[in-house]
């Protein structure tokens, strides 16, 4: 079974950057599709983006379209976000996501199987 721990959250100013990691254990990361999403205080869990089992397809969210990029490097077990012109409403949890499918990549909650624990990112005004 595949585990996922996240890293890199913290406290930032609006319009500065954080990079948010994700690794992974198990030795099939690279056959399946990874997500990151976001759930901020009374909300739901949402979609932020999302990168294919090969890393060359990529999905997000209008809201962090331009601003943020998901990447991943398969001979490391790691998922990256790089959240750049970082906004208060970009304040949440942030979770790594696996897709609970081989060759396929994950855009909603459903289609995930495995959770990471969360990292906390906070952007203030």
């Known amino acids: 079974q595949v585990q996922l721990v996240e890293s890199g959250g913290g406290l930032v100013q609006a319009g500065d950057s954080l990079r948010l990691s994700c690794s992974a254990s198990?030795?099939?990361?690279?056959?399946?599709?990874m997500a990151w999403f976001r759930q901020a205080p009374g909300k739901e869990r949402e979609f932020v983006a999302a990168?294919?089992?090969?890393?060359?397809?990529?999905y997000y969210a209008d809201s962090v379209k331009g601003r943020f990029t998901i990447s991943r490097d398969n001979a490391k077990n790691t998922v990256y976000l790089q959240m750049n012109s970082l906004k208060p409403e970009d304040t949440a949890v942030y979770y790594c996501?696996?897709?609970?499918?081989?060759?396929?990549?994950?855009?909603?909650?459903?289609?995930?199987?495995?959770w990471g624990q969360g990292t906390l990112v906070t952007v203030s005004s």
């Open positions: 996501a696996k897709d609970r499918r081989v060759y396929s990549i994950t855009l909603t909650v459903g289609a995930v199987d495995v």
């Open positions: 990168i294919g089992w090969s890393g060359s397809s990529t």
């Open positions: 198990g030795r099939t990361f690279s056959n399946y599709g």
